[in-house]
């Protein structure tokens, strides 16, 4: 059974730092894209920042500067070192892997709880 088991989520005060980790297991296939999405209370989901197999990466604009995503592909582990969060950043953060041995499938972590406040 394919897994993405995300860590790193916690409570932190405005302008500090978490790191997000999520880790797919070794039967997921070949991975291209990794990213992250987000969903606060009420909203819709969104993505948060991407990075193909290649290391091309796209940020939202609301983290642009302040995020950075990252991958290592030996551990089929894909990063996001978040700094001088701010309190609308506090949302549930969601991986996604784009992974498979012919065709390819989106999988999704189980999400993580970031919440920014003082």
């Known amino acids: 059974q394919v897994q993405l088991v995300e860590s790193g989520g916690g409570l932190v005060q405005p302008g500090g730092s978490l790191r997000l980790s999520c880790a797919a297991s070794?039967?997921?296939?070949?991975?291209?894209?990794m990213g992250w999405y987000r969903q606060a209370p009420g909203k819709q989901r969104e993505l948060v920042a991407a990075?193909?197999?290649?290391?091309?990466?796209n940020y939202a604009d609301s983290v642009k500067g302040r995020f950075t995503i990252s991958r290592d592909n030996a551990k089929n582990t894909v990063y996001l070192q978040m700094d001088s969060l701010k309190p609308e950043d506090t949302a549930v953060y969601y991986c996604?892997?784009?992974?498979?041995?012919?065709?390819?499938?989106?999988?999704w972590g189980q999400g993580t709880q970031v919440t920014v406040s003082s």
């Open positions: 070794r039967n997921i296939g070949n991975i291209y894209d």
């Open positions: 996604k892997v784009r992974a498979g041995w012919g065709t390819l499938n989106d999988y």
């Open positions: 990075i193909t197999s290649g290391g091309i990466t």
